[in-house]
């Protein structure tokens, strides 16, 4: 299992001048919004760095569990290879309306006997119908921005 992720206290993200009006109330969101959000999406998109410093953009299968996320692939794949060299990534989802984006590292599983594994796989067995395991990656979040409106955006920020 993994380690249990310590929620930060939420704040608002800093506004650029003029950008909310002076007549709407800022309304921050809770974790609950965010921790709902992710374990109903079916797919997460993922930026990593390309070796050119350009982005490279993809969805992936992924799961929530533990407030963490996990989503594998092939070590083969550009963005695998990417994250081998660089594992700064940015995860979000389809919809923008009510967006969830997750900034963070990422750390390689690779260890078939790697107790978390069970977890994982169970997730993947309800919401796929597959056992994934090993390589397979784990995100540790460093920021969090999600909204509804703009009169809701909310930031977590994690420590390390």
Do not use: C
Request: aromatic fraction near 12%; charge should be negative; avoid cysteine.
């Amino acid at each position: 299992m993994s380690a249990q992720v310590e929620i930060p206290k939420p704040s608002q993200p800093h506004p650029l001048d003029g950008y909310w009006s002076t007549g709407n109330a800022i309304k921050l969101l809770s974790w609950d919004f965010v921790d709902k959000r992710m374990a109903a999406a079916r797919n997460f998109w993922i930026a990593t760095t390309n070796p050119d410093g350009t982005p490279h953009v993809v969805p992936v299968w992924g799961v929530w569990v533990d407030n963490t996320v996990y989503f594998g692939g092939s070590p083969d794949t550009r963005w695998s290879r990417n994250l081998m060299e660089e594992p700064y990534v940015v995860v979000h989802l389809d919809d923008s309306d009510q967006a969830v984006m997750l900034e963070g590292t990422v750390t390689r599983i690779a260890d078939a006997d790697d107790p978390r594994l069970t977890r994982i796989d169970d997730a993947y067995q309800a919401k796929y119908d597959i056992r994934h395991g090993p390589p397979i990656w784990q995100l540790r979040l460093r920021k969090v921005i999600a909204w509804e409106t703009i009169q809701t955006a909310t930031r977590w920020l994690f420590t390390d």
